[in-house]
């Protein structure tokens, strides 16, 4: 359920029985030849929105800009610093508290974001534990990274084994074009050599630029198929909808 569909008498409705929200959140960056810009944010989007049906919860709107700048050497890639990063996340929880949410649970779909949420989630119990926020109910704070769920990562193994990767995934990459199949057929068969990427550390844009010319890290995304897109995210959702139930339940 969007929670930018829904009129405030209905979240009043829903606040008077549950108190949680889902929010994805993801990156605006390359995603290799055959990938979207759009990638992290879009899967993150759906895969939110498919558990928020499954659940009965509200998802809140997509943080579609991350942390990302190790990516700015490939054109149309966007990043926040982790600082501004940080305080998006925040604002975000603490005026979505202001109207009784208590549990926020977080499906990201981008690695580089883990470090700033994180860190955001202790400023939000930093203003709890110094009596910032002393006249609120507790606010818990959950991130789940949809690409790390057991199902997501037995599911790649077996169908494309190292050719997975870590970046331009060929599981994210599926799950695009299971998204936007007429994009897919447009993007799909763009040159890539080597078949599959070499594997390696990134630091800044410059070296990752220098170190993976096309954007891929160990990925052979031409193994990606838009059947495999719908799988990956119904075993996500699955993972996801177990560990949603346990995390407002405490």
């Excluded at 979207?36 to 899967?43: F, K, S, W």
């Excluded at 190292?162 to 763009?190: I, K, Q």
Aim: with cysteine; proline share 5%.
């Amino acid at each position: 359920m969007r929670l930018q569909l829904a009129t405030w008498p209905e979240v009043d409705e829903y606040l008077r029985t549950y108190k949680g929200i889902i929010m994805p959140i993801g990156s605006t960056e390359q995603h290799g030849p055959t990938g979207l810009v759009g990638t992290d944010a879009l899967t993150a989007e759906a895969i939110g929105q498919r558990l928020g049906d499954k659940v009965d919860a509200y998802v809140a709107p997509t943080i579609s800009v991350g942390m990302a700048q190790h990516h700015l050497g490939f054109s149309g890639s966007m990043t926040l610093k982790p600082s501004t990063l940080l305080l998006v996340i925040k604002d975000m929880v603490d005026s979505l508290t202001v109207h009784g949410f208590e549990r926020f649970f977080f499906v990201n779909g981008h690695g580089g974001n883990i470090a700033t949420v994180t860190a955001a989630f202790s400023e939000v119990y930093a203003d709890s534990s110094l009596g910032g926020a002393s006249n609120r109910a507790p606010v818990k704070c959950a991130l789940y990274n949809w690409f790390m769920m057991p199902g997501v990562a037995k599911l790649a193994d077996e169908l494309y084994g190292d050719a997975e990767g870590s970046h331009a995934t060929a599981s994210e990459v599926a799950v695009t074009y299971a998204l936007f199949p007429e994009t897919a057929a447009r993007v799909r068969n763009a040159p890539m050599e080597p078949k599959t990427a070499p594997d390696g550390d990134i630091f800044d844009a410059a070296d990752y630029r220098r170190s993976f010319p096309d954007g891929r890290i160990g990925s052979n995304p031409a193994l990606a198929e838009a059947e495999h897109g719908e799988q990956f995210m119904q075993v996500a959702v699955d993972d996801l909808a177990k560990l949603y139930w346990e995390f407002v339940g405490s």
